[in-house]
C-alpha cells in the first residue's frame, strides 16, 4: 500500500518559519513531479509549489521569495521551508506526487493526509 506522510505543521507566530515534510512509502518503482498545496477554511484548494523529478520548482506568486521546495529523490521525500510566515499563510497543507507502481510508468497522483499550519498574528 502506497502512502504520502506529512510532517512538521503546528503554530507560529507572524514572521517564523516551519518545515514541512512528506515521505512516500509503499511498493514505488517512480515518482515524477511532488507538490504542496494548500487550503484555507472557506476557500479552494491551490497550489504552492511544485517540483519535477529532476528539480525544476514553479511556486504559486503569494509565497514567491518565502517558500522553499525540495526533495530527497533517495528518501521519496519532499521539503517545504516556508519563512516569513503571515496569517494568510494559516491552511491545511496537503502533499501529492505523481507516482507510478509498476514498471508500465502509469503515473497516477497520490495525496497526503494534510497537516495544519497555524500563524498568529
Known amino acids: 500500500q502506497v502512502q504520502l506522510v506529512e510532517s512538521g505543521g503546528g503554530l507560529v507566530q507572524a514572521g517564523g518559519s516551519l518545515r514541512l515534510s512528506c515521505a512516500a512509502s509503499?511498493?514505488?518503482?517512480?515518482?515524477?513531479?511532488m507538490g504542496w498545496y494548500r487550503q484555507a477554511p472557506g476557500k479552494q484548494r491551490e497550489l504552492v509549489a511544485v517540483i519535477t523529478s529532476g528539480g525544476t520548482t514553479n511556486y504559486a506568486d503569494s509565497v514567491k521569495g518565502r517558500f522553499t521546495i525540495s526533495r530527497d529523490n533517495a528518501k521519496n521525500t519532499v521539503y517545504l521551508q516556508m519563512n516569513v510566515l503571515t496569517p494568510e499563510d494559516t491552511a491545511v497543507y496537503y502533499c501529492n506526487a505523481d507516482m507510478s507502481l509498476t514498471t508500465l510508468r502509469h503515473f497516477l497522483r497520490y495525496w497526503g493526509q494534510g497537516t495544519q499550519v497555524t500563524v498568529s498574528s
Open positions: 509503499g511498493s514505488i518503482f517512480s515518482i515524477n513531479a
